[in-house]
């Protein structure tokens, strides 16, 4: 229970911090211009705030970049696979511990 309280002590003390330091005051003030000056306040924190907005075009040309990554993906692992079956046969087991993967 102590550790609890020690918390909200900590969460207090911050929330007072930003008060007196005036960041509460500025958020309030620049959520409020948001809703006042912008009909789509995410469109204003995408503006502004550096968020990329995609279109749909992009969206789809990294679905599909992601697609073949993963096909790639699927026959590299497939042909180490292969690969790695094809060099057991050319090395003998090792004795006594075998190899590190």
């Known amino acids: 229970m102590a ?7 900590k969460r207090e003390h911050f929330r007072r911090y930003l008060e007196k330091t005036g960041v509460v005051d500025s958020l309030t003030s620049g ?5 006042i000056l912008q009909p789509s306040p995410s469109r204003f ?6 968020a990329v907005d995609l279109t749909s075009a992009d969206t789809e040309a990294l679905k599909q970049e992601v ?3 993963r096909e790639k993906c699927s026959r590299l692992e497939e042909e180490n696979k292969d690969l790695k079956a094809r060099l057991q046969q050319y090395e003998p087991a090792s004795e006594g511990g075998g190899t590190a993967n």
Do not use: W
């Open 3 to 9: 550790h609890y309280r020690a918390s909200d002590s």
């Open 31 to 35: 959520r409020t211009l948001i809703f």
């Open 45 to 50: 924190v995408k503006q502004h705030l550096g």
């Open 67 to 69: 697609s073949n990554l």
